[in-house]
């Protein structure tokens, strides 16, 4: 029942998938932490009323399964985008949208109330004594937020970014519900022709358990090397 | 659309998702006991045994879990000559089991590590043998600290649920997938908005139950619990 000959060719057609799928997950990253960094700057500034939107944001994304997320995406976006493009006067067919904008649209939309939150912390454990210090050296805001904050605040995130990134990895592989090949729906497509199933997704599993080593790897390397000697 | 039809019909699913979540949530839990145990007693082999099923549950999708139940079950019955009992309910209940466990064993460990170092010594030298010390000094501390976070793990699991319907267990969201070819597809958007506020409705009702245990549970905390939920997704 378990045949040992197939791994080796699941293997290359699965790792064909590696890069795409790392793309993604890269470009997903980005872009949620940037607007997660938006949201925990409005939260840590204390915007009036952008704060309780982020709030309301943050609740709805955490509530609802990313798989419902990304079908809601997938039969709701093409129609907005459809719908703002024509409000500023573009001709443009939303149905022609490639799967892999829907999934990258629906997943920064879930990570993102992630990140903030990882942000959040992360701004939370900067010591403000060291701004009341930097602000008696006369540094402006900005100057404190360049030189001071953001290289403490960055290596305090790493380890939870490395952990949001592995999480993006994982959740890329809900895409093949929307017909988007990651490394998930390439071992699916190649114990489809084969009928190897469980060969298949060992070795899937095998390939993504590898990639979380490398991230947690290169996380903690980085850490160190940027970590403050004190 | 008719809601009025649809809403009923969702709901005649959740008892089964239900009964999904609640035995992955038992099963689960006593797995991370379990795991949790060998990874803090550091025995040689089986500790890195453990190491590795909480690394497997942790970086490979919960699809990809449930698929390899689903499939793998069967083999592993075949071996010990059982007869093939597997339904994709049990491969599901199995695979979120599995996933649970993991996941809550990275709860319970940092949790059981976050007491602090002196009761440890105390419960020590006054020989208290291992499980006289969990029961009686550490777990009442533990739990305080561990259940922002065992919340977390219960809204995954609600999360993650809705993922069954890919080996073919009739939850909500199959049902749903079902009412909605019914009516042609036209109403994909708006079933997949009941979709989420019920998976919502049911989150919320899943954390105002840890809140309460929370809040009762502070008595027994000491006075800086550091008591920080690790805020992350998990798929």
């Known amino acids: 029942m378990f045949d040992i000959d197939v791994l080796l060719p699941d293997l290359r057609?699965?790792?064909?998938?590696?890069?795409?799928?790392?793309?993604?997950?890269?470009?997903?990253?980005?872009?949620?932490?940037?607007?997660?960094?938006?949201?925990a700057m409005v939260e840590y500034r204390r915007v009036?009323?952008?704060?309780?939107?982020?709030?309301?944001?943050?609740?709805?994304?955490?509530?609802?399964?990313?798989?419902?997320?990304?079908?809601?995406?997938?039969?709701?976006?093409?129609?907005?985008?459809?719908?703002?493009?024509?409000?500023?006067?573009?001709?443009?067919?939303?149905?022609?949208?490639?799967?892999?904008?829907?999934?990258?649209?629906?997943?920064?939309?879930?990570v993102a109330a992630f990140q903030a939150e990882v942000v959040k912390g992360a701004l939370n454990s900067f010591d403000t004594g060291q701004a009341d210090a930097a602000y008696s050296l006369g540094y402006k805001k900005s100057q404190l937020f360049r030189r001071v904050m953001l290289p403490q605040v960055i290596v305090a995130a790493i380890p939870d970014l490395a952990n949001s990134f592995m999480v993006i990895m994982k959740a890329l592989s809900l895409g093949f519900a929307i017909e988007v090949v990651d490394i998930f729906a390439q071992s699916q497509l190649t114990a489809a022709l084969n009928f190897y199933y469980l060969e298949a997704f060992l070795v899937a599993?095998?390939?993504?358990?590898?990639?979380?080593?490398?991230?947690?790897q290169i996380a903690d390397r980085t850490e160190r090397a940027l970590r403050v000697r004190t | 659309m008719d809601l009025s039809i649809m809403i009923p019909e969702l709901l005649s699913a959740l008892p089964l998702t239900?009964?999904?979540?609640?035995?992955?949530?038992?099963?689960?839990?006593?797995?991370?006991?379990?795991?949790?145990?060998?990874?803090?007693?550091?025995?040689?082999?089986?500790?890195?045994?453990?190491?590795?099923?909480?690394?497997?549950?942790?970086?490979?999708?919960?699809?990809?879990?449930?698929?390899?139940?689903?499939?793998?079950?069967?083999?592993?019955?075949?071996?010990?000559?059982?007869?093939?009992?597997?339904?994709?309910?049990?491969a599901a209940i199995l695979g979120l089991s599995l996933y649970h466990g993991g996941y809550l064993s990275e709860v319970l460990r940092p949790a059981y590590l976050a007491?602090?170092?002196?009761?440890?010594?105390?419960?020590?030298?006054?020989?208290?043998?291992?499980?006289?010390?969990?029961?009686?000094?550490?777990?009442?501390?533990?739990?305080?600290?561990?259940?922002?976070?065992?919340?977390?793990?219960?809204?995954?699991?609600?999360?993650?649920?809705?993922?069954?319907?890919?080996?073919?267990?009739?939850?909500?969201?199959?049902?749903?997938?079902?009412?909605?070819?019914r009516d042609y597809n036209q109403y994909q958007f708006e079933t997949y908005l009941v979709l989420a506020v019920l998976y919502s409705v049911l989150c919320l009702a899943a954390w105002l139950i840890v809140r309460y245990f929370e809040l009762r549970s502070a008595k027994f905390a000491p006075r800086a619990a550091p008591a920080r939920a690790t805020l992350m997704a998990s798929v």
């Open chain 1, 13 to 39: 057609e699965i790792l064909g998938a590696v890069p795409l799928t790392l793309a993604m997950a890269l470009a997903v990253f980005v872009l949620s932490t940037i607007i997660g960094s938006l949201f």
């Open chain 1, 48 to 110: 009036p009323v952008l704060r309780q939107l982020v709030v309301a944001y943050k609740v709805a994304f955490k509530g609802v399964p990313m798989v419902v997320v990304i079908f809601l995406a997938y039969y709701g976006l093409p129609s907005t985008l459809q719908f703002l493009t024509s409000l500023v006067g573009v001709d443009y067919n939303g149905h022609s949208t490639p799967n892999w904008v829907t999934l990258i649209v629906a997943l920064t939309a879930c």
């Open chain 1, 205 to 216: 599993v095998v390939i993504y358990m590898a990639i979380a080593y490398a991230v947690t």
């Open chain 2, 18 to 90: 239900l009964a999904i979540t609640f035995t992955a949530m038992v099963a689960g839990f006593v797995l991370a006991l379990i795991a949790t145990t060998f990874r803090v007693r550091r025995i040689p082999v089986i500790s890195h045994l453990a190491d590795l099923y909480v690394s497997y549950a942790r970086s490979v999708p919960v699809v990809l879990q449930l698929f390899v139940a689903f499939y793998g079950l069967p083999v592993f019955v075949d071996i010990f000559g059982a007869e093939d009992f597997v339904s994709p309910t049990v």
């Open chain 2, 115 to 181: 007491v602090e170092r002196g009761q440890h010594d105390a419960a020590d030298s006054l020989g208290y043998s291992f499980r006289q010390k969990l029961l009686c000094v550490l777990a009442p501390q533990a739990v305080h600290i561990a259940l922002p976070g065992y919340g977390n793990a219960i809204i995954y699991l609600i999360h993650n649920v809705a993922l069954v319907m890919y080996i073919g267990a009739a939850d909500v969201m199959a049902t749903a997938h079902l009412v909605m070819e």
